[in-house]
Structures are given as C-alpha cells and as structure tokens.
T-cell receptor, first 116, second 113 residues
Framework: DSGVTQTPKHLITATGQRVTLRCSPR?????VYWYQQSLDQGLQFLIQ???????AKGNILERFSAQQFPDLHSELNLSSLELGDSALYFC???????????????FGPGTRLTVT | GQNIDQPTEMTATEGAIVQINCTYQ??????LFWYQQHAGEAPTFLSY????GLEEKGRFSSFLSRSKGYSYLLLKELQMKDSASYLC??????????????FGKGTHLIIQP
C-alpha cells in the first residue's frame, strides 16, 4: 500500500459524458501528479500540482482539467468523453519541492475508466 | 521533448541474472527512475539515478551514463514474482521547474522455472 488513495476504482460511462476522478496523496506530500495509461500509449504524464498550484503540464487534452484543494486532495475532470479516453488513470504523490533533487513518486491503485 | 527506448519483452530463468537496458534522449534531465508494474496494478518505485554510476538496492541495481543517455536495471537471483513490466522513466526539467516523469513503454519480463 503506497498511501495514495484513488476513487472510484472502476467507472463505466457513455461517450459525451463528464466524470471526476479523486485522489488523496500520502500524508505530507505536497505534489500530486496525474497519469493516463492505455495499452497503445503506455504511461503518459498529464499534469502536476504542487501545494494547490499547477506546476507542470504534459499531454493533457483541453477536455481534461484538474485541481488541487487546500487539503491537498486532487480531482481530475474528464469531459466530452470519447471511446479513446478509456484507460487506467493513476495519481501519484511525492514530497517533491522546488529547486531540490527529485524524489520518487508513489502511485495510487488507479481508476479504470471505460467509455462505451 | 523526451524519447525513451527499452526492449518490449525479455525472458529469463529463475535464479539467474537479467539486465534491462534503457536509452533516452531528453531536452532536460533531472533524474532517471525505474518502476516495476504488475498487470493491472500501480507502478512501484525500484530505483533512482541522477549521477553517473551504479546504485545497488538488494537484488536490484541500476546504472546511469548521462553522456551516453543510457541506463540499465540489473535483477539478480530472479524469482517467479519478478515477472512484471519494468518501466524506465526520465524526469525532465524545463525553465519553469521540474516536470512529470516521461515513461518508456516498459519491458515485459517473463521468468521461467
């Protein structure tokens, strides 16, 4: 158990719908990262938040957005869903701070999203 | 941008040693990580290199050569439970600060009795 929690574990929805995935980082971790893993693309970095502020953006679509709340939990919002958005969505957290060497990221169990 | 290459699949024998190679091209480098991932589960951290050389951690070792854009993960005394995907990941660094991890597509390691 990494200490990172994600809900829900599974989500099945229809094309065109909107869903929200939730992540709670390990106690004390200020950085939260979101990743998407599909069979053909592998694990892709979407976005990072640090202490409530967006820090880095990867291959995140405009239909997707995220935020980190004052209690440090994070939500990833996926809208206008398409079949191709079906994937495993992982959240990871780390103690990472600015201008210091990077630390390992601890991954949550993931949310499996199926768009039908 | 980042580009990471690693073999798609490898097979090894229980009790033996296996080396999984990773080459990368990056516009900024702030460390290289190795993760293990069993099918349908979360990646788990194995090792981290930011300076050239070998890092040893029990049965697992990782090597980095920044000038060659090359790393390897060495697994010794292989066990059946080591059958998994091994992901090489590079942490970039852009002008605005540290980036997320860029992952290779993973090496699926099959351990045979």
């Amino acid at each position: 158990d990494s200490g990172v929690t994600q809900t829900p574990k599974h989500l099945i929805t229809a094309t065109g719908q909107r869903v929200t995935l939730r992540c709670s980082p390990r106690s004390g971790d200020l950085s939260v990262y979101w990743y998407q893993q599909s069979l053909d693309q592998g694990l892709q970095f979407l976005i990072q938040y640090y202490n409530g502020e967006e820090r880095a953006k990867g291959n995140i679509l405009e239909r997707f957005s995220a935020q980190q709340f004052p209690d440090l939990h994070s939500e990833l919002n996926l809208s206008s869903l398409e079949l191709g958005d079906s994937a495993l969505y992982f959240c990871a957290s780390s103690v990472e701070q600015l201008a210091v060497p990077p630390y390992e990221q601890y991954f949550g169990p993931g949310t499996r999203l199926t768009v039908t | 941008g980042q580009n990471i290459d690693q073999p798609t699949e490898m097979t090894a024998t229980e009790g033996a040693i296996v080396q999984i190679n990773c080459t990368y091209q990056t516009s900024g480098f702030n460390g290289l990580f190795w993760y293990q991932q069993h099918a349908g589960e979360a990646p788990t951290f194995l090792s981290y290199n930011v300076l050239d050389g070998l890092e040893e951690k029990g049965r697992f070792s990782s090597f980095l050569s920044r000038s060659k854009g090359y790393s390897y993960l060495l697994l010794k005394e292989l066990q059946m439970k080591d059958s998994a995907s091994y992901l090489c990941a590079v942490k970039g660094y852009s002008g605005g600060g540290a980036d997320g991890l860029t992952f290779g597509k993973g090496t699926h390691l099959i351990i045979q009795p």
